[in-house]
């Protein structure tokens, strides 16, 4: 029996078999740039910056993210909103792409939901210093996939949908407390005011 | 005038079987991308025209306008001269492949653009040239892994070349002739009349040493990318380059179709209500076939040992090709008493 195996190569033989018949299984090939994959709600892809529904920025400058950012590529400037004393905003943010590693930290360290990772994979460019983002960019790009922020933040329980929960999502919206500054020193009229009333507050200024 | 006809006739055949030929290396290489990928679940060559059918013609514009780099301490001319030993001989063979039944042209006969009375001898002795081509690349690059490669090359095309020729010689006892036409011709009338049937063995053997003689997976080791980089043509670029990857693919449809004209009949119909269709597609298919098994083969073997590869051509090939010369001699010899 052993010599006729030998003789027919029934082993090699059956191989054979296998490779052709395997000829007319599917290609599980993913034609990439026609076709491409979904992207799953946790998805690690561009940071990006949100703004709450009417449109103000979320962030309050706090850097609480440029200390949580293991590679360092986070540079926060902080300052107070004009006519706004102890309201703060972050009047420049600087992120340099790449640098990021795609933890997640800074997103995960900011206390009022403010970054968010988007689904965006394909961040190349011709130019090194387009991948240097700043404010401006962020929330471009946070405009552009606020969807997916928001559904990053869901899929990464930052946000247990309590504060808002009409959208189904919170907005983790940090609340500035009033303020004593002390003897003799007016307390801004500003503080504890809604949002549309500390605008017109400010326009009038 | 006679002289002119003969000529043109010899040019127009000459033209038909390289322009054949050329495109059938071209389209050899996409075949092999895609039937490779179909048995490993991808899908190849997809973007470069509908199905990638373009690719082939992708491929050579970007190797022709490759830059061209000779390695400061090779030998110049003789790394500038194998690429062209290495391919001339493997395109030379077809000169005396019978391509289709005589037919009429140029006031002459054609149907193949030499009948030469040794026709299979002298493709057997370009075929040993076009080692040559290897082994001087291997040399004259200066590179270890070219030299072993052209090393291996040399080793392995000597053995299986004997067994190659060994397994031909049981065809030649029963058609009598060494004229590729003519062989053909014995072969006439149905499948049944093909010498596979009556040499299957040496069909077998045949296959398997030029597997082994144009450096094919499973024994392509003299270009083993896992030990060798590329083998022989390691330090080669461009043109230069292509020249090596046309010969081999060249010497694998020459070798395809020297096994279909020996044991498939070459441009004869496997029946005879088939005839309408012309021989030179007959042929085509029987090539294209054989060159699909190398494929296929590739796709499923995984490539063997040196040693064992030597071990396989002298001590199992051989033999078993001696043994069949011996029993088709016989054969022969009580058949025509």
């Known amino acids: ?205 | 005038m006679e002289l002119a006809m003969t000529v043109g006739l010899a040019v127009f055949q000459i033209a038909i079987v390289m322009g054949v030929v050329l495109l059938s290396v071209a389209y050899m290489t996409y075949a092999e991308r895609k039937v490779l990928s179909f048995m490993q679940d991808r899908l190849g060559p997809m973007e470069v025209g509908p199905y990638g059918l373009l690719q082939p013609i992708a491929d050579g514009l970007k190797l022709f306008f490759k830059e061209d780099i000779i390695p400061s301490s090779a030998n110049k001319l003789i790394f500038a001269i194998a690429p062209i030993i290495c391919l001339v001989p493997a395109l030379i063979g077809f000169a005396v492949m019978p391509y289709n039944e005589t037919y009429a042209a140029f006031g002459g006969e054609a149907g193949v653009i030499s009948d030469l009375n040794v026709g299979l001898l002298y493709i057997l002795a370009f075929a040993s040239v076009g080692t040559y081509g290897v082994i001087l690349a291997g040399w004259s690059s200066n590179s270890k892994y070219a030299m072993l490669g052209g090393l291996r090359c040399g080793a392995q095309i000597i053995s299986y070349e004997l067994a190659l020729g060994l397994s031909i010689v049981g065809v030649l006892l029963l058609s009598g002739s060494l004229s590729l036409r003519e062989i053909t011709m014995a072969q006439d009338g149905g499948f049944w009349h093909w010498n596979i049937l009556l040499q299957p063995v040496a069909f077998v053997t045949y296959v398997i040493s030029a597997v082994a003689e144009t450096n094919r997976l499973p024994f392509d080791m003299p270009e083993a990318e896992s030990e060798l980089v590329a083998g022989f043509f390691t330090e080669y670029t461009g043109m230069r380059f292509a020249f090596f990857f046309l010969a081999e693919y060249a010497n694998m449809i020459l070798v395809c179709c020297l096994a279909s004209v020996l044991f498939l009949g070459g441009y004869e119909a496997p029946m005879e209500f088939l005839n309408f269709i012309p021989g030179f597609i007959w042929l085509a298919i029987k090539t294209w076939a054989l060159l699909f098994f190398f494929i296929w083969i590739r796709g499923t073997f995984p490539r063997v040992r040196f040693d064992q590869l030597m071990k396989f051509g002298w001590k199992v090939l051989i033999p078993i090709t001696l043994a069949n010369i011996l029993f088709t001699a016989l054969g022969v010899y009580i058949y025509n008493n």
């Open chain 1, 1 to 205: 029996m052993g010599l006729m195996r030998d003789i027919f190569m029934t082993e090699l033989m059956g191989g054979m078999k296998l490779v052709f018949l395997q000829m007319f299984k599917p290609s599980c090939t993913l034609q990439y740039p026609h076709v491409k994959h979904n992207v799953p709600d946790g998805y690690r892809g561009l940071m990006s910056l949100l703004r709450y529904e009417d449109g103000s920025e979320r962030c309050v400058g706090c850097s609480l993210c440029e200390a949580a950012c293991p590679s360092n590529c986070i540079k926060v400037v902080s300052d107070e909103v004009p006519g706004q004393p102890l309201v703060r905003y972050a009047k420049e943010y600087y992120l340099d792409i790449t640098r990021c590693v795609f933890c997640g930290f800074c997103t995960e360290a900011c206390p009022v939901d403010a970054l968010a990772m988007t689904k965006v994979y394909e961040a190349s460019v011709y130019d090194r210093r387009e991948l240097m983002f700043d404010k401006h960019k962020l929330y471009e790009l946070g405009e552009a996939h606020l969807a997916d922020g928001k559904a990053y933040l869901l899929a990464h329980n930052m946000d247990d949908g309590t504060l808002n929960p009409t959208e189904g999502l919170g907005d983790n919206r940090y609340e500035f407390p009033p303020v004593d500054l002390g003897e003799g020193v007016p307390v801004p009229t500003t503080v504890g005011l809604t949002r549309e009333a500390l605008e017109a507050e400010v326009a009038k200024s």
